[in-house]
């Protein structure tokens, strides 16, 4: 873990140069991080960094990149996972190496926050782990589903490099990986001042645990599985059902396909295309009328005559119901002319009759 200040740090190179020569002491291969950097992963870093573009702060306040330096880095959350974008200074601690020991290092710690499973310290120089900030009245990481052995992306300059949560630092400083981050992701690697001042963003996911914590394997096939699913919240999501159900119902509506699948009838095409049995010929296969249903057996001639016959009667019954006005009709006309031709009938009478009285 680093507690240090720029001042103090700068102060530390100056000591340790050689005086017999100007230039920079020659630092170790891995100090360079000189072998190459290389993607980790089939998950790309702007598609990680596309799905985090928005910061909701989780932290309660901000955090320095470095001792003496504004606070101004915040902890940011989603549903699966925290994140900040920092510096990287280098974490040398745990168990000695040729890399990371106190003639290295004149910060050196041989003990971590977490043990590997069998209870030795971690390797800062052989496994890729992050650093977090010890709990403060700022941000607790526990409350996030954070700890020994939760996985993380890290994110710089369009690679990617999955690591563990390995070590806790100062309460209110963030941004430090492991020497092996460092190397992997092409930044120098040298604790006594190499690291990073700014764009690298540790994504870590929640509830998440590389088992046992010192395999690197696991961490990358954990890192992998849930950066995918971190990334398909935003890119990757399959259409809700119900969106599918649709085009589903429109597709199949009345008019709305030109071909049918293989098998099915006349009839089924009917349905759904909305065609009648006008202008094609029975011989497709509908069995007559395709707006009807088809019954699947044939009735003998005489019995289709006899229900014509029966079909016929009980339409005319039927109108005869629907319409009891027209009986009335018909007799209320026949009366009238009846009524008419006798009263012309008796009249005439009436005036002979009459007439012949006043001659006599």
């Not at 200040?5 to 920079?24: D, E, H, K, Q, V």
């Not at 002319?337 to 006043?358: F, R, T, W």
Request: a negative charge; charged letters at 25%.
């Amino acid at each position: 873990m680093r507690v240090q200040s720029l001042t103090l740090a700068a102060a530390g190179l100056a000591l340790l140069a050689p005086t017999t020569s100007p230039a920079a002491p020659h630092p170790s291969a891995g100090a360079l991080g000189a072998s190459a950097p290389r993607q980790e992963g089939s998950v790309r870093a702007a598609d990680l960094l596309a799905r985090i573009r928005d910061c909701t702060p989780v932290s309660r306040g901000r955090y320095r990149p470095d001792d003496g330096a504004p606070a101004t880095i915040p902890v940011c959350g989603t549903d699966e996972a925290v994140f900040w974008t920092a510096d990287m200074d280098i974490d040398c601690d745990g168990r000695p190496g040729p890399e990371c020991n106190s003639r290295t290092d004149p910060l050196f710690s041989d003990a971590t926050a977490y043990q590997q499973s069998d209870g030795r310290n971690l390797s800062a120089e052989t496994l890729p782990y992050i650093v977090v900030p010890g709990v403060s009245g700022i941000w607790d990481h526990r409350d996030h589903g954070v700890g020994g052995g939760s996985v993380a992306a890290v994110v710089y300059q369009g690679r990617v490099q999955y690591a563990v949560v390995g070590d806790t630092g100062p309460s209110g400083i963030i941004g430090e990986a492991s020497y092996a981050t460092a190397k992997a992701l092409g930044i120098r690697a040298d604790p006594r001042g190499g690291g990073t001042p700014f764009g690298v963003t540790y994504i870590v996911f929640k509830h998440s645990r590389a088992t046992p914590i010192e395999s690197h394997a696991s961490a990358v096939e954990t890192g992998e599985r849930l950066a995918r699913l971190f990334v398909r919240g935003t890119t990757g999501q399959p259409r809700p059902p119900e969106e599918e159900a649709e085009e589903e119902a429109d597709e199949w509506a009345p008019g709305g396909l030109a071909e049918l699948p293989q098998g099915e009838g006349g009839a089924a095409r009917a349905r759904r295309t909305g065609a009648g049995s006008e202008g094609r010929p029975a011989a497709e296969g509908d069995g007559g009328s395709l707006a009807e249903e088809p019954t699947g057996q044939e009735r003998p001639a005489a019995e289709e005559g006899e229900a014509r016959e029966a079909s016929s009667d009980d339409t005319a019954d039927a109108q005869a119901q629907d319409d009891p006005d027209a009986g009335t009709a018909d007799g209320d006309e026949g009366g009238e002319g009846d009524e008419g031709e006798g009263e012309a009938e008796g009249d005439g009478g009436s005036e002979g009759i009459g007439g012949g009285e006043e001659g006599a």
